[in-house]
T-cell receptor, first 116, second 111 residues
């Protein structure tokens, strides 16, 4: 079965530091999607990025960047020059095919605290 | 704002009771997913509907049921509630890129 591991339970940094959140996944599917979601203290789940298993290009969006390495089954997320507003729980997720449908398998999440 | 709406935002009830959570997907999305987020289990997939039909089932208890109506909104029914059912329940809808967008969640507290 698919599995997502986020080994870092909690990370605390000072504002303007760079921080990397790790995500390692297991799947037997050859085609799959990987996702990152952000859950701020208000509780909603905010979509950040979707990555197709065939696309190993790294992606940058402002201060956010993602490193996808199929060889190590990792999809890490880096925040550059962190800000207090980045404080949240971040979830990595993997799509799992089940019959003709897909569901998301989530990691346990990494709680990031950015201190001023 | 993801475009997915959920009501109510908070629900407090007693053990043994039944509640209904409601979700409206984003305009144009036909798939609705329900997830439960609890401290011990994390985010767990419960059930998926596509255009009114059940498509996939996850770790959903027999006391729980769901349906999707012709207007595509979905309801999750939780009955014979137990203390352990206290959790945040999310609804998500999936777009053509297979991305799931989540609603704000319903926080259920069972006393």
């Amino acid at each position: 079965a698919q599995k997502v591991t986020q080994a870092q339970t909690e990370i605390s940094v000072v504002e303007k530091e760079d921080v990397t959140l790790d995500c390692v996944y297991e799947t037997r599917d050859t085609t799959y999607y990987l996702f990152w979601y952000k859950q701020p203290p208000s509780g909603e789940l905010v979509f950040l990025i979707r990555r197709n298993s065939f696309d190993e290009q790294n992606e940058i969006s402002g201060r956010y960047s993602w490193n996808f390495q199929k060889s190590t089954s990792s999809f890490n997320f880096t925040i550059t020059a962190s800000q207090v507003v980045d404080s949240a729980v971040y979830f990595c997720a993997l799509s799992e095919r089940q019959g003709g449908s897909e569901k998301l398998v989530f990691g346990k999440g990494t709680k990031l605290t950015v201190n001023p | 704002d993801s475009g997915v709406t959920q009501t109510p935002k908070h629900l407090i009830t007693a053990t043994g009771q039944r509640v209904t959570l409601r979700c409206s997907p984003r305009s144009g999305d036909l798939s609705v997913y329900w997830y439960q987020q609890s401290l011990d289990q994390g985010l767990q997939f419960l059930i998926q509907y596509y255009n009114g039909e059940e498509r996939a089932k996850g770790n959903i208890l027999e006391r729980f049921s769901a349906q999707q109506f012709p207007d595509l909104h979905s309801e999750l029914n939780l009955s014979s509630l137990e203390l352990g059912d206290s959790a945040l329940y999310f609804c998500a809808s999936r777009d053509y890129t297979d991305t799931q967008y989540f609603g704000p969640g319903t926080r259920l507290t069972v006393l």
